[in-house]
Antibody, heavy 118, light 114 residues
């Protein structure tokens, strides 16, 4: 069974930092590019970041987070991470980990909530 | 403001068909053909329903179909069922340059089954 389990969310003050993790199982993790997609409370989906598989070794970011967020992966642990710094109130959202195939997000985790507030 | 425009809401009765549109503003949907559609029930993670405009993942009923015409993509749900009531999002992969991988979502459409 394919599983993506996010963790690391919580309450953080504006300007603070947080590191999210996503543990994958049930599929060939090393071959899949992985993404972070977020959803602010009551709002729509927003793509945040993509990390290619080890053969490409490239990362991509939405303009809204570039320079503040860093995506990485540990294929030995079948995990992907999102390090967030300089957090703002508008970063408050559920953060989903998603694996992409065919230019689409084939598999999703259940999400982890990040709240940026003083 | 989303680069992809969807109607805020659509509705239909059980057994009927509904179509949700997704119009690219600055995104040329017709050129890329990399449109996907997601279903999201309240409190749940999104689920992939359509990818590469017309393809259905394993397990998605053939009542769900996708298409494009010019700069507009569409999701059609035929034989509406109560469990189809959900939010639906279109999404387009945007690779302005070779090797670039970014995506943009539409604002979402709430489907109500009357």
């Amino acid at each position: 069974e394919v599983q993506l389990v996010e963790s690391g969310g919580g309450l953080v003050q504006p300007g603070g930092s947080l590191k999210l993790s996503c543990a994958a199982s049930g599929f060939a993790f090393t071959t899949y590019p992985m993404n972070w997609v977020r959803q602010a409370p009551g709002k729509g989906l927003e793509w945040v970041s993509n990390i290619r598989n080890v053969s490409e070794n490239k990362m991509h970011y939405a303009d809204s987070v570039r320079g503040r967020f860093t995506v990485s992966r540990d294929d030995a642990k079948s995990s992907v991470f999102l390090e967030m710094s300089g957090l703002r109130a508008e970063d408050t959202a559920i953060y989903y980990c998603a694996g992409d195939y065919g230019y689409a997000f084939e598999m999703w985790g259940q999400g982890t909530m990040v709240t940026v507030s003083s | 403001q989303s680069a992809l425009t969807q109607p805020r809401s659509v509705s239909g009765s059980p057994g009927q068909s509904v179509t949700i549109s997704c119009t690219g503003g600055t995104i040329d949907i017709g050129t890329y053909n990399r449109v996907s559609w997601y279903q999201q029930h309240p409190g749940k993670a999104p689920k992939l329903m359509i990818y590469e405009v017309t393809k259905r993942p394993s397990g998605v009923p053939d009542r769900f179909s996708g298409s494009t015409s010019g700069n507009t993509a569409s999701l059609t749900i035929s034989g509406l069922q109560a469990e189809d009531e959900a939010d639906y999002y279109c999404c387009s992969h945007v690779g302005m340059h070779v090797g670039m991988h970014t995506w943009v979502f539409g604002g979402g459409t709430k489907l109500t089954v009357l």
